[in-house]
């Protein structure tokens, strides 16, 4: 059974497969009005979403499919009279793939394993796959290609964005540097980026982890940056986090150390003043809409290709 459950087990070609098929959908969405006919995607939510809800039932309707939004805080599971290997097991008989959007990298690795059906990582604090394929397919049509291309990350490394962008960057062959304070509490995991330069080692991609954010920019094609409060970082430390953030502040100054024709990148939410500027994600190097829109396209795809896998 094919998943997504991380860009760290999906081959290059793999990769390329969804994006060229989310490119066609994006294009032609009426050939795959049919494409999820009678099928149903259960979307299982234990952290809050906007765009993740939203981007997969639209996508599932305009497929000809239907969507079940479950919320585990009103679940049996929040009272403990349920468990997660119980609910997959039962929910994998009524329907055709699953989404979950959780805490724990290892509880959406266990409904894969005990799953019958399809599951997708719509996000944990280890990683965002969706959202990196969405963003690997904005670059794909702004510059036209990934290959070769420079990425550069700043602010808090030490993120499932992060880390699902060193997976996805090494296995298409674009380089990635990573601009975040010093200390694990702020940089990628070890681990993940000792897996992401092997898979970079095949394709020819760098990959570096620098203090400095202006070095971190340096030439680059694309600047991303993304919330320095995660859905999982506690409110109490947000003070102090600013304050060690704020030298990774996507500015117009920082983006004069990038590529002139550099494109600005933020998964959402942004708060304006916070990691980016106004000036910055509201002006004309900006993509963050285009790349919130193709969540849609390439979630699309992304069902399609695992329910294809599936069916045979």
């Known amino acids: 059974m094919l998943h997504l459950i991380s860009l760290e087990n999906w081959s290059t070609e793999l990769i390329e497969e969804v994006l060229a098929l989310a ?31 939203v981007s997969f039932e639209t996508g599932v309707t305009q497929m000809g499919g239907h969507a079940i939004f479950y919320d ?5 599971l929040s009272s403990g009279k349920e468990n997660v290997e119980d609910l997959v097991r039962v929910v994998c008989r009524y329907v055709d793939i ?12 266990e409904m894969a394993r005990l799953s019958r059906v399809p599951v997708i990582n719509a996000l944990t604090n280890y990683e965002h796959p969706c959202q990196i394929l969405a963003d690997l397919q904005t670059v794909a049509e702004k510059k036209g290609k990934l290959a070769g291309l420079k990425l550069a990350y700043v602010g808090d490394g030490n993120n499932n964005v992060t880390h699902s962008l060193l997976f996805g960057c090494a296995k298409v062959g674009m380089h990635i540097s990573v601009g975040c304070p010093k200390g694990a509490e702020y ?9 992401a330069k092997k898979a970079a080692a095949k394709t020819g991609a760098k990959i570096s982890i620098v203090q400095d954010p202006a070095a971190a920019v340096k030439n680059a094609d694309v600047v991303y940056t993304d919330s320095w409060m ?7 430390k947000k003070d102090a986090r600013v304050k060690v953030f704020h030298p990774y502040q996507v500015n117009a100054e920082l983006m004069k150390h990038a590529a002139p024709d550099a ?25 963050v809409f285009d790349e919130a829109e ?17 069916s045979r």
């Open 23 to 53: 490119a066609k959908i994006k294009k032609t969405p009426g050939d795959y009005a049919d494409a999820m006919h009678r099928k149903t995607l259960m979307m299982i939510f234990e952290k809050p979403s906007l765009r993740t809800r």
């Open 72 to 76: 585990l805080a009103t679940s049996p």
């Open 98 to 109: 699953i989404m979950g959007r959780l805490f724990e990298q290892m509880h959406i690795e």
């Open 187 to 195: 940089s990628p995991m070890e681990e993940v980026v000792a897996s």
């Open 230 to 236: 995660s859905y999982h970082i506690p409110e109490h």
């Open 263 to 287: 494109i600005f990148m933020n998964c959402l939410p942004a708060m304006r003043g916070f990691e980016q500027t106004a000036d910055v994600i509201d002006g004309p190097q900006s993509v």
């Open 294 to 310: 193709n969540r849609l396209h390439v979630q699309k795809a992304i069902m399609v290709k695992l329910l294809a896998e599936a």
